[in-house]
């Protein structure tokens, strides 16, 4: 195959059918023909960028992606074989299986492409921008799309640096006809970062309000959509880390700074049950599929059950009865009473160490309505907790600390405040956030508990390009994890979250 034919089918399977856009908006693309015509009227260019907001949810949220990442994350635990969950849920893990024909496949494959086709149609639009093309009045949304498009660029760059050893960069600036070359994830995370800080600028500068239809719930302004880009840079920032080596040297003044200038409240996106669900949301909140996995829950045990369970062999681990003070697992009538967050249930559906008592049921409504009440993509305790675990790392007030984690402990746990004093003030904030984003965003748990290196052993701590790519590429395929290479081991002796000098149930 010449390399010329090469290249070009490259591009259209790296960006999904989606070709970029040629230097001049009017020379025809006898290949894609209706693009052509959709690129030719800026109202139709502003419809395709405000659409692609759903590759993004459907890329996380799916459950492809988020429940395969779910169970890797020890946040879920199953059996079943639908999207590799149970094999995830094995200890310990194999290899990633990166081939086209794996039950993994679309777990990593899916937020690839559609991610890419997210990167390619913020392209789209600041190449419109760049020719002439007006958007609205006299150019009076001008502003508005170039913004959107660096958030686009910012997001989807992101979470493939988040997931991925290397990938492409690719933006308005990018010259199509030469040979594509990979950039590391920090590479590619440096340029995420800076399409965030240049839609920054902009909001900063400028009024503006974004088509409700564009992100489902409410209308955004420039002053929100400033917010999402911070919000998203601390959780980037604290993600890309792939052991806890890593997440030590981050650089937490800069996460604190940029949580502290995010989202105060939790970000609701509006549902249809149709294009717009929770797939993670939805199925993790089915007892029956999924149950919610000890070693997330399991900290706030005070018996001493979950210490033997986490100290056992897999295959030696039953399910045990949490005994805790903490409202959000168990109620305040008995050790069995429903908490806010999960629900015991006398039966398991799985077996050995996929086995658990607990069901996620701070989501169910989302199940009960058919995927169609809304939903938070963004939980505000997220930020606040990153906050926390900077100061702490920085030897910053501890004082404000405690009263971070309390937010959450005290009003929605029920438990007793920490204090700046409390011993293993760390574990606390890391049960806090474990208990505070679960099922929130797809592989946030696997973000999270991949920097404190307490993934299971085996589990990769980042994926390969996807076989497809490779395959178009004529490049080998290769993967991670299992006994090869950035594979987890997972610490014997957890550390555990002590209650023992609260009320018992």
């Given at each position: 195959?010449?390399?010329?034919?090469?290249?070009?089918?490259?591009?259209?399977?790296?960006?999904?059918?989606?070709?970029?856009?040629?230097?001049?908006?009017?020379?025809?693309?006898?290949?894609?023909?209706?693009?052509?015509?959709?690129?030719?009227?800026?109202?139709?260019?502003?419809?395709?960028?405000?659409?692609?907001?759903?590759?993004?949810?459907?890329?996380?949220?799916?459950m492809?992606?988020?429940?395969?990442?779910?169970?890797?994350?020890?946040?879920?635990?199953?059996?079943?074989?639908?999207?590799?969950?149970g094999?995830?849920?094995?200890?310990?893990?194999?290899?990633?299986?990166?081939?086209?024909?794996s039950?993994?496949y679309?777990?990593?494959?899916?937020?690839?492409?559609?991610?890419?086709?997210?990167?390619?149609?913020?392209?789209?639009?600041?190449e419109?921008?760049?020719?002439?093309?007006?958007?609205?009045?006299?150019?009076e949304?001008?502003?508005?799309?170039?913004?959107?498009?660096?958030?686009?660029?910012?997001?989807?760059?992101?979470?493939?640096?988040?997931?991925?050893?290397?990938a492409?960069?690719?933006?308005?600036?990018?010259?199509?006809?030469?040979?594509?070359?990979?950039?590391?994830?920090?590479?590619?995370?440096?340029?995420?970062?800076?399409?965030?800080?240049?839609?920054?600028?902009?909001?900063?500068a400028?009024?503006?309000?974004?088509?409700?239809?564009?992100?489902?719930?409410?209308?955004?302004?420039?002053?929100?959509?400033?917010?999402?880009?911070h919000?998203?840079?601390?959780?980037?920032?604290?993600?890309?880390?792939?052991?806890?080596?890593?997440r030590?040297?981050?650089?937490?003044?800069?996460?604190?700074?940029?949580?502290?200038?995010?989202?105060?409240?939790?970000?609701?996106?509006?549902?249809?049950g149709?294009?717009?669900?929770?797939?993670?949301?939805?199925?993790?909140?089915?007892e029956?599929?999924?149950?919610?996995?000890?070693f997330?829950?399991?900290?706030?045990d005070?018996s001493?059950?979950?210490?033997?369970?986490?100290?056992?062999?897999?295959?030696?681990?039953?399910?045990?009865?949490?005994?805790?003070?903490?409202?959000?697992?168990?109620?305040?009538d008995?050790?069995t009473?429903?908490?806010?967050?999960?629900?015991?249930?006398?039966?398991?559906?799985?077996?050995?160490?996929?086995?658990?008592?607990?069901?996620s049921?701070?989501?169910f409504?989302?199940?009960?309505?058919?995927?169609?009440?809304?939903?938070?993509?963004?939980?505000?305790?997220?930020?606040?907790?990153?906050?926390?675990?900077?100061?702490?790392?920085?030897?910053?007030?501890?004082n404000?600390?405690?009263?971070?984690?309390?937010?959450?402990?005290?009003?929605?746990?029920?438990?007793?405040?920490?204090?700046?004093?409390?011993?293993?003030?760390?574990?606390?904030?890391?049960?806090?956030?474990?208990?505070?984003?679960?099922?929130?965003?797809?592989?946030?748990?696997?973000?999270?508990?991949?920097?404190?290196?307490?993934?299971?052993?085996?589990?990769?701590?980042q994926?390969?390009?996807?076989?497809?790519e490779?395959?178009?590429?004529?490049?080998?395929?290769?993967?991670?994890?299992?006994?090869?290479?950035?594979?987890?081991?997972?610490?014997?002796?957890?550390?555990?979250?002590?209650?023992?000098?609260?009320?018992?149930?």
């Amino acid at each position: 195959m010449k390399i010329k034919k090469v290249i070009i089918y490259l591009i259209y399977i790296f960006l999904v059918s989606i070709v970029f856009s040629c230097a001049d908006l009017s020379v025809d693309n006898t290949n894609h023909p209706d693009k052509d015509i959709a690129l030719s009227r800026s109202e139709d260019v502003e419809s395709l960028v405000g659409g692609t907001v759903l590759n993004i949810w459907q890329a996380k949220q799916s459950m492809d992606m988020g429940l395969g990442f779910s169970t890797l994350a020890d946040e879920l635990t199953s059996q079943w074989g639908n999207w590799a969950i149970g094999r995830w849920s094995t200890e310990p893990r194999d290899e990633y299986d990166n081939s086209t024909t794996s039950d993994y496949y679309n777990m990593t494959a899916r937020p690839w492409f559609m991610l890419y086709e997210v990167i390619s149609t913020a392209r789209d639009g600041l190449e419109a921008l760049n020719l002439g093309m007006e958007f609205g009045n006299d150019g009076e949304n001008n502003i508005r799309m170039e913004a959107f498009c660096r958030f686009l660029q910012g997001v989807a760059h992101g979470e493939i640096a988040l997931l991925f050893d290397k990938a492409f960069i690719v933006d308005e600036t990018t010259d199509l006809t030469a040979t594509p070359e990979f950039a590391t994830y920090n590479e590619v995370i440096i340029a995420a970062l800076s399409y965030f800080e240049k839609c920054i600028d902009i909001c900063e500068a400028n009024t503006f309000v974004l088509p409700v239809e564009w992100i489902p719930g409410a209308a955004v302004d420039n002053v929100m959509l400033e917010k999402f880009a911070h919000s998203f840079m601390a959780r980037y920032m604290a993600g890309i880390s792939r052991n806890s080596a890593e997440r030590d040297a981050a650089d937490w003044n800069a996460i604190i700074q940029h949580a502290d200038a995010g989202i105060t409240e939790d970000w609701i996106v509006q549902m249809d049950g149709n294009y717009w669900y929770d797939g993670i949301k939805y199925f993790g909140s089915r007892e029956d599929w999924l149950k919610a996995d000890y070693f997330v829950i399991g900290h706030a045990d005070t018996s001493g059950a979950f210490a033997a369970w986490a100290a056992s062999s897999p295959d030696d681990r039953e399910p045990f009865i949490i005994h805790t003070a903490d409202r959000r697992i168990a109620g305040p009538d008995s050790t069995t009473a429903p908490g806010t967050d999960f629900q015991f249930f006398d039966t398991f559906p799985f077996e050995g160490h996929r086995a658990s008592y607990y069901g996620s049921i701070r989501y169910f409504d989302h199940f009960a309505s058919g995927a169609t009440s809304n939903v938070s993509w963004f939980n505000a305790s997220e930020l606040r907790l990153l906050k926390a675990e900077g100061l702490y790392r920085l030897n910053g007030d501890l004082n404000l600390v405690a009263d971070i984690i309390n937010e959450t402990r005290v009003n929605r746990g029920g438990l007793e405040p920490v204090t700046s004093s409390t011993p293993n003030l760390f574990d606390m904030i890391k049960y806090e956030k474990r208990i505070e984003i679960f099922l929130s965003a797809g592989g946030l748990m696997y973000l999270e508990r991949r920097g404190w290196g307490e993934l299971g052993t085996g589990s990769p701590l980042q994926f390969p390009v996807p076989a497809g790519e490779l395959e178009v590429l004529l490049q080998d395929i290769y993967t991670f994890g299992g006994n090869g290479e950035w594979a987890a081991k997972r610490n014997s002796k957890p550390s555990l979250i002590r209650f023992s000098s609260y009320s018992q149930q």
